[in-house]
Every structure is written in C-alpha cells, then in structure tokens.
Nanobody, 126 residues
Framework: EVQLVESGGGLVQAEGSLRLSCVCS????????IGWFRQAPRKEREMISH???????YYSDSVKGRFTISRDDAKNTVTLQMSGLKPEDTAVYYC????????????????????WGQGTQVTVSS
C-alpha cells in the first residue's frame, strides 16, 4: 500500500518557522521526485517545491529564499524547512510523488504526480 504521511504543521506567528516532513512507503522512493503543494481556501492547489531523485531542487517564486527542501533516501523522507513565514503561507500542505524523478524533468503540475499524502494544515498569524 502506498502511503505518504505529512507531519509538522501547526499554528505559528509571522516570521516564524516550521519543519514539515513527508514519510513515504509502498513504492520505490529512490525512483521518484517528491513535491510539496499547498492549497488555501478557495484557491487552486499550487506547487511550491520539489526535489528530484538526484537532488535537483525547484522552488516557486513565492517561497524561494525562505523554504528549503531536502530528502533522506535512507529514511524515505522529504523535509520542507519553512522560515520567514507569512500569513499568505496559510494553507493545507501536501506532499506528493512523481514518476518524473530525474532532474531532467520539472514536474510542477498536479497531473504529474502519482501519489499524494493527506495534507497538514499550516496557519500563520499576523
């Protein structure tokens, strides 16, 4: 059974930090790129960061310089370190796995991801 389990969300004040984790199982983790998306109320789900199976990283303009993505293939885990949080970062954050695993690809759309976690809420107060 494929599982992606996010953790680490919560309530934080503006300019604070949070660390999200995504623990994966049920598929060959090393073959996949892992991405983080977020979805705010009444908005579409948006890609914010992904990491390829060979360590390539992508960040959306909205989080570049504030968020850092990393992966630990020994633990089948991807981490998103978020700092300088803003109220507009408030959303449900999802991790997802894409078969387009190599850094030759740049999977940024929802349709390019095969497996999804259940999401974790991040709320940033002003």
């Amino acid at each position: 059974e494929v599982q992606l389990v996010e953790s680490g969300g919560g309530l934080v004040q503006a300019e604070g930090s949070l660390r999200l984790s995504c623990v994966c199982s049920g598929f060959t983790f090393g073959d996949y790129a892992i991405g983080w998306f977020r979805q705010a109320p009444r908005k579409e789900r948006e890609m914010i960061s992904h990491i390829s199976n060979d360590g390539g990283r992508y960040y959306s303009d909205s989080v570049k310089g504030r968020f850092t993505i990393s992966r630990d293939d020994a633990k089948n885990t991807v981490t998103l370190q978020m700092s300088g949080l803003k109220p507009e970062d408030t959303a449900v954050y999802y991790c997802a796995a894409s078969r387009w695993g190599s850094s030759l690809y740049n999977p940024t759309s929802v349709d390019e991801y095969d497996y999804w976690g259940q999401g974790t809420q991040v709320t940033v107060s002003s």
